[in-house]
């Protein structure tokens, strides 16, 4: 079993869609749970980023933790044609090195 | 802010040849930087961690010899692929975190690597 699990996808919605992205893992001791965003060709680019349980809202994103289930999600609101890329979920324990998911491959369609 | 530069983002060498691969954080002070590889619609694998001042630590399967990692300054690590060969055409990716270790971090562009 893979420390982080995340369904690949692809996803596939309408413009203007909500938007519902979601990482389990297995490691109780993560504490630091981070999305990314990657375009095609480009590095990782860092949406959210949430220390412990709760949730975190940063425009048309939210992001939501349970650390109860281990199990993190990304919302997307109003989805755009510009959210089209791979989503990354990405989480670590202290210094520890980040761990991976994934990555959903998602395109939103206007 | 938080800006990582890579450098450069696609190359193109040929087989036996070494590539050198530049990792900056331009606006802040990286203490550890990391050395990502991604093949085609996959997830990034860690290669190997730096720490500015000491001797990279590789993941378990990657050759530090044919990866050599340098971590001389507080802004900027290098990768260098040594003796490239076809196989070792990928997506490179580093990532820097800031001085305080346990917060998020934050990726370079990207180099794409193309042995011939």
């Known amino acids: 079993q893979k420390e982080v699990e995340q369904d690949p996808g692809p996803l596939s919605v309408p413009e203007g869609a909500i938007v519902s992205l979601n990482c389990t893992y297995s490691n109780s001791a993560f504490q630091y749970f981070m999305w990314y965003r990657q375009y095609s060709r480009k590095g990782p680019e860092l949406l959210m980023y949430?220390?412990?349980?709760g949730n975190k809202e940063d425009g048309r994103f939210t992001a939501q933790v349970d650390k109860s289930s281990k199990y993190i999600s990304l919302f997307i609101r109003d989805s755009q044609p510009s959210d089209s890329a791979t989503y990354l979920c990405?989480?670590?324990?202290?210094?520890?090195?980040?761990?991976f998911g994934q990555g959903t491959r998602l395109t939103i369609n206007p | 802010g938080a800006v990582v530069s890579q450098h450069p983002s696609w190359v193109i060498c040929k087989s036996g040849t070494s590539v050198k691969i530049e990792c900056r954080s331009l606006?802040?002070?990286?203490?550890?930087m990391f050395w990502y590889r991604q093949f085609p619609k996959q997830s990034l694998m860690l290669m190997a961690t730096?720490?500015?001042?000491?001797?990279?630590?590789?993941e378990q399967g990657v050759e530090k010899d044919k990866f050599l990692i340098n971590h001389a300054s507080l802004t900027l690590s290098t990768l260098t692929v040594t003796s490239a060969h076809p196989e070792d055409s990928s997506f490179y990716i580093c990532?820097?975190?800031?001085?305080?270790?346990?917060?998020?971090?934050?990726f370079g562009q990207g180099t794409r690597l193309t042995v011939v």
């Open positions: 606006d802040f002070q990286a203490t550890t």
């Open positions: 990532s820097a975190s800031r001085v305080a270790v346990n917060t998020e971090a934050f």
């Open positions: 949430t220390y412990s349980s």
């Open positions: 730096s720490n500015e001042g000491s001797k990279a630590t590789y």
């Open positions: 990405a989480m670590k324990e202290g210094a520890q090195k980040l761990v």
